[in-house]
């Protein structure tokens, strides 16, 4: 049995555009944050925020008439995704942030800096992905996104939330940004006076768990399952393609497969998500 998939019947607005990129861009802006909370398992050294779900949900729909019109006519954000010559999923989540940032008439923020470099002499300090100000607040914000996937195990603890490298995990990469990336006071001569983290993708509990989920987990948006087992046939799942890992293509991009290697497979009959892992031989 797969993990139960929250929210499974909630719609999904992103769904209903028909570019693929298009959908992807609904997706990075009006998708939640894969935590509703810092976990309070973390030590903050630079504390730092998470934008509460009803933002990113108005975000969504304020741009929904510039969605649309991407729709007919994609080619402006093409070109603008197609100046990334890297396919690191994180890069261009980060390129379709930036270029709604870049769309002033759809949101508050102005925005002052981007892959802003902190240097002091030889030593290079850290690099801030956003500098913005708040136009209703009036607050200079600095925003770090990640566009991550993370897999539990164990007692889904905080240090028991694995990437696909097992290197990656979700209690190093918080604490990055609060011991690192959140460290500085001031960016091109602007006091930064707010830090949010922008955390967004997807996390997938094992087929089988018993423990109960932890309260940073944000329920709002499904969660995907995870296993080393082919689920049955009836279930429709192929898998998707690299770039449809931020969101899937509206129509089935590869048959229902006969033969299953690593990666992300959803079901064309009900959309639920699962990351399938070749077992380990030993």
């Known amino acids: 049995m797969l993990a139960p998939c929250f929210n499974q019947d909630s719609i999904e607005p992103w769904q209903h555009y028909r570019h693929p990129l298009v959908r992807q861009l609904a997706f990075a802006i009006g998708s939640p944050n894969i935590l509703s909370q810092v976990p309070q398992e973390l030590q903050l050294k630079y504390h730092f925020s998470l934008h509460p779900d009803p933002v990113w949900q108005q975000h969504l729909q304020h741009y929904h008439p510039r969605l649309l019109a991407l729709d007919k006519n994609p080619k402006p954000l093409e070109d603008f995704v197609g ?3 890297s396919t690191r999923l994180g890069l261009r989540f980060e390129m379709l942030i930036w270029f709604w940032l870049l769309d002033h008439a759809y ?32 607050q200079i914000e600095h925003w770090e996104i990640a566009l991550k996937y993370y897999l539990a195990e164990a007692d889904l603890s905080l240090p028991h939330w694995y990437g696909l490298n097992r290197s990656d995990t979700l209690y190093r990469k918080l604490n990055h940004f609060t011991q690192k990336q959140f460290q500085f006071q001031e960016a091109l001569d602007y006091p930064i006076e707010q830090r ?87």
């Not at 892959?115 to 100000?133: H, V």
């Not at 499904?222 to 509206?250: C, T, V």
């Open 83 to 85: 100046q990334l010559k």
């Open 107 to 138: 949101h508050a923020y102005t925005l002052l800096g981007h892959s802003i470099q902190k240097i002091d002499g030889p030593r290079t300090l850290g690099e801030l992905d956003f500098l913005l100000r708040n136009e209703v607040t009036g």
């Open 196 to 282: 949010y983290c922008i955390l967004k993708g997807q996390l997938y509990l094992p087929t089988a768990y018993q423990a109960p989920i932890p309260a940073w987990v944000n329920l709002g948006r499904r969660l995907g399952s995870w296993g080393y087992q082919i689920p049955p046939q009836e279930k429709a799942f192929y898998r998707l393609q690299r770039h449809e890992w931020i969101y899937p293509n509206q129509e089935m991009s590869s048959d229902s497969p006969h033969w299953w290697t690593d990666g992300l497979y959803t079901s064309a009959l009900n959309g639920e998500f699962y990351m399938f892992r070749v077992p380990v031989l030993i």
